[in-house]
């Protein structure tokens, strides 16, 4: 099998992989929002869930995206045309992570004092979530 075609195929399952995990990122933002409402803690909190889950969804997509465009580079014929038009696809997906990690965190993410990645954001949301079900199903307020 020629290297090219692998390389491609190896893209292109990036690819795949990066909007299934948007997609299912987007289901999952959806649940623990209507979880929140459910439990009664406002429309406000269940937004704040929602966009957070979601932005953090995107995330974890624009990622993988951005490795499929690496590796793709690996594919590409080795152009001046070709290499510029990767960058600019590679820097508007850099500078679209960006600008959603400030505005889930509200902070640059060089300011952090702990470096969080986009599933460990989506892996805190869903604990929360499941700290605030128990704590409803134990009878406790939220």
């Known amino acids: 099998m020629d290297v090219e075609r692998v390389f491609t195929a190896v893209a292109v399952a990036f690819e795949v992989i990066g909007a299934i995990a948007m ?21 406000q909190a269940a937004f704040q869930v929602l966009r957070t889950t979601l932005g953090s969804a ?28 990767l960058g ?6 850099t500078v679209l992570s960006l600008a ?11 300011r952090r004092a702990l470096m969080v990645n986009g599933v460990q954001l989506l ?17 406790d307020k939220p």
């Open 23 to 43: 997609c299912i990122g987007f289901a999952v933002a959806l649940v623990l929002g209507a979880r929140s409402l459910h439990r009664g803690e406002g429309g």
């Open 58 to 85: 995107i995330l974890l997509g624009l990622e993988v995206l951005v490795a499929a465009d690496l590796i793709r580079t690996i594919t590409s014929k080795p152009s001046m045309e070709e290499a510029l038009i």
């Open 88 to 93: 600019v696809i590679v820097l508007i997906r």
């Open 100 to 110: 959603i990690q400030i505005e889930i965190d509200g902070v640059l993410p060089w």
């Open 123 to 139: 892996s805190n949301a869903v604990a929360r979530d499941r700290v605030a079900s128990q704590a409803l199903s134990q009878g």
